[in-house]
């Protein structure tokens, strides 16, 4: 009895603690989901900023946490291969695919609609040829004419302006370093010539925007332009400058100047754009130039930048506005007999990591018609041999690099692109400092992820299969230069039935003939000053 009685006695303890984990776990979950519930609900009820939250306690929350996931779920289960906005997965999976160097070829036959309006295709020839001479992948830059000492032979693919502070450190190391495998050109963007430009070795092309960082002083919109610290500049970068872009205008926001907080600022931003630090202020961007104010002047500015960088190439960039103004320009220039070498056309389409969505949405022309009103004035005018055009918008394939250059370009860049091969996954993220590539951020945590060595394999070989596919194109086409290229080359679906080349949707002007007097009426009558239409095409 007595083993027996204290086997008993014993049991409860024994059992208590057997049991007791599996027991009173649950009851501890739930009385831990029920007091979050009834914490979140009181919350709820007392804020008064959001009516769902206030009117379904807890429940309504559910709506906030879908807005947030909202992007992620349209892109990886939605939206289809041709979906996507700014851009589809089609066009994201070829540029991964050719950045890590795998197979890009795709089976079992096209995507896309081709009987759908505004589908595009090249006319290829019964006696395809072959792009074989290097240098017919290039173009040189540089009007001697102008005073330009030192042309420059530019990839007729390259990566476009994107600011350090915008980009992390370790993405500019990448691009750079990418640039200087493939032997083509790296825009700074506006926000000067970084540290992180100049250790990889590749070609520059120096962005002077509005704030002249890099090659000015002074505070917000009274900052001015320096020659002798853009000459300090081009000379501490030992010859890694090429060519200078005067920032006029971009595409994502014509017109529209740009604001760095002050805490943002770090010592190497700093540096780069010759600013004091610790910082008194934010960093202001004026939304035009102080060093001119007419076409005359830009025409001016243009020749005594040319003058100071010891002979560099050097361009506008603009997103077209008023087509008025261009051609005023572009008779400037015929007038005075100096010029820019090169004019960037930007398209509305662009890209940029912040703006307003009504200066992104509804501002400037896109690339077409800006590009080809570029065109029309300069061959019009007889310049075009003189004056290159770099195009630039939303290019990520061979295929865009040969329609732009039919339609009168004579080297094409991209941003976005080359950003998507540095691993950009599109999370429109930009604008937060959270990027989650470390591409666009100044977290060091988020900016570690990023390897600059293996990402700058990536650049090369995205260039490299990209320029490949173009010059491709070119030889079935039936040439064997990207020269020869003309808009009859390309053709498009106007509508349901009917075709054209591009030729026909974007009329090409006869060279001299605004000097003549034998141009298209409206735009003769555009660069005679007798009429400020602002039209493009009927």
Known sequence: MCGLTATVAASPAVLSAS??????????????????????????????SHAIRRNFPVIGNMRYILETIRPELRQYIVESDSDGRPFSRLQRAQIYQRAKNVNDTLPFGTRLDVYATNHEWACHSMYPLAVTDENAKRCVVGATEYGTKQPYSASIFNISAMSYGALSDNAILALNRGAQLGGFYHNTGEGGVSQFHRQCGGDIVWNVG?????????????????????????????????????KLSQGAKPGHGGLLPKSKITKSIAEARKLQYPPTGDCHSPARHSSFSNHHELVEFISHVREVSGGLPVGVKMCVGDPAEVAAFVRAIAEMGQGPDFITVDGAEGGTGAAPPELTDHLGLPLEEGLVLVRNLLVGAGLKDRIKINATGRITSGFSIVKNIALGADITSAARAFMMSLGCIQALKCNTNTCPTGITTQNPELMFGLNPETKAIRVYHYHSKTVQSASDIVGIIGHDAFSKLSPKDIMRRVRQGKVATLSTAFPEIQPNSLLEGSAPERMQDMWDNRTSHRWIYE
């Open 19 to 48: 049991v007791t984990p599996m027991t009173f776990a649950p009851a501890a979950v739930l009385g831990i989901l029920t007091a979050g519930y009834w914490s979140i609900g009181l919350q709820d009820i007392k804020q008064d």
């Open 210 to 246: 509005t704030g002249y960082f890099g090659c000015g002083s002074g505070e917000g919109d009274k900052r001015v332009f320096e020659p002798a610290i853009m000459k300090e500049t081009i000379d501490d970068c030992q010859g890694k400058i090429k060519m200078i872009e005067i």
